[in-house]
């Protein structure tokens, strides 16, 4: 691998790949992409937890787990087109929002591909032609029938069951409504150049934007919204600055906010309180509409981590926040400890 350059082993389906591609695209960051396939999956065969993108490094090293990797390369590319705001308050709000899309936004992802036959259909024969293009079309299509069944099988543990469906599909139609409004009005969340949370959202988008039912939907609810995740999705010539702070938050920022308090940190709390009293599943209720699933550890350390950087903001960045968080219901989630 030539000096400098990052390898990025992912697929088209995967909304975290499909976040990093970005993210190092807009950076400028020198990669490849590698689409996994049969060939080639041996290279990440003990790569633990088996979940993708994986990136190889300059010096060799394997790394996975977006976040993580968004600010190790802050770390290493420190000054090079950052995607964290140079404000530590509105730093924070777009971690928070990443955070929602990675951990929420992904369920719409999962919802919407395997709720319906059609998408069910369609994009377990796509991954399955990623994954064995040239092997033969009985090969592919007996792959896509394994990997529908595997991916409908793990619905339940993840949440996108018939009963959770109403308040998943809410939360997306309102995810929806908003970037549609912001879009037009404004290029991104927090100023004229990207934030991580535009890339969290832009990664689980970019996925329901070319599944049937949810594409359907994008095109007819959110027609600029689909083209700005296009857009997003190499933004390599984008030159722009981050929003004032002192500048009252965008209506699509405080919106997904509200959508933080009214539904994430719920979910949030519910799983937490559920490892607490060893239960193996949780239940919450949100907008009016119930919700229930197995419980995570890896989300309760999200919920941790957005405590702590909220703590550690200084006292002048929390006092400056304090007012949308409260506003928005999220407060009395962050302010715990």
């Known amino acids: 691998m030539n000096s400098g350059t990052y390898r990025i082993l992912g697929g088209l389906g995967s909304p975290y790949s499909m976040k990093m591609r970005a993210v190092l695209r807009y950076r400028r960051l020198p990669h490849v992409w590698v689409q996994l396939n049969d ?22 090293s394997l790394h996975n787990d977006s976040t993580p990797m968004i600010f190790e390369l802050e770390r290493l590319h420190a000054g090079q087109r950052s995607i964290v705001p140079d404000d530590e308050g509105q730093a924070f ?32 024969e796509w991954l399955a032609f990623d994954r064995l293009a040239g092997h033969g079309r009985a090969s592919i299509d007996r792959h896509a029938e394994l990997f529908a069944a595997r991916q409908i099988g793990r619905m339940a543990l993840v949440g996108c069951t018939a009963a959770n469906q109403p308040l ?3 939360t997306a139609r309102r995810v929806l409504a908003l970037l549609e409004v912001h879009v ?6 927090f100023g004229s150049r990207p934030s991580l949370a535009d890339f969290g959202w832009m990664g689980q988008l970019s996925q329901l934007a070319v599944d049937p039912t949810p594409a359907d939907l994008m095109r007819e609810a959110a027609p600029y919204t689909f083209r700005w995740l296009a857009q997003l999705d190499d933004a390599s010539g984008i ?17 997904l906010l509200a959508m933080a308090g009214e539904v994430y940190f719920p979910f949030l709390v519910a799983n937490e309180e559920a490892l607490k009293e060893g239960a193996e599943t949780f239940s919450f209720v949100a907008l009016g509409m119930g919700y229930e699933q197995g419980a995570f550890r890896y989300q309760a350390k999200c919920l941790a981590q957005l405590r702590e950087r909220f703590r550690a903001l200084s006292g002048a960045a929390r006092e400056r926040l304090t007012p949308a968080l409260r506003e928005a219901g999220c407060l009395e989630y962050l302010a715990v400890g």
């Open 168 to 170: 998943i599909e809410e």
């Open 93 to 124: 709000l777009a971690f928070l929002l990443e955070d929602m899309a990675d951990e929420w936004g992904t369920k719409m992802m999962f919802h919407y591909r395997w709720f319906r036959q059609r998408d069910q259909k369609q994009m377990s």
């Open 239 to 255: 030159e722009g600055e981050w929003r004032n702070p002192a500048a009252p938050l965008s209506p699509a920022v405080k919106g």
């Open 184 to 189: 037009t009005e404004e290029p991104y969340l």
């Open 39 to 60: 060939r080639n999956a041996y290279e990440i065969a003990n790569v633990k937890p088996a979940v993708i993108p994986i990136i190889q490094f300059p010096d060799g």
